[in-house]
C-alpha cells in the first residue's frame, strides 16, 4: 500500500480554505497545493 493521493484544490476550495487560516499568514495555490508565502521585506512593504 502506497501514501494516500492527495487531492488537488480548485480555486473557490482554496478560497474557503485560507479564509479559516491564521490571518498573519499568507497563502498561494500552486499546482492545486497549498504554500505559504514568505513574509515580505519592509522595503517591499513601502
Given at each position: 500500500m502506497g501514501a494516500p493521493a492527495i487531492q488537488k484544490m480548485?480555486?473557490?476550495e482554496f478560497l474557503a480554505w485560507a479564509d479559516r487560516?491564521?490571518?498573519d499568514t499568507r497563502y498561494e495555490l500552486v499546482g492545486g497545493q497549498p504554500?505559504?508565502?514568505n513574509a515580505c521585506s519592509q522595503a517591499h512593504s513601502r
Amino acid at each position: 500500500m502506497g501514501a494516500p493521493a492527495i487531492q488537488k484544490m480548485d480555486i473557490d476550495e482554496f478560497l474557503a480554505w485560507a479564509d479559516r487560516q491564521e490571518p498573519d499568514t499568507r497563502y498561494e495555490l500552486v499546482g492545486g497545493q497549498p504554500r505559504a508565502m514568505n513574509a515580505c521585506s519592509q522595503a517591499h512593504s513601502r
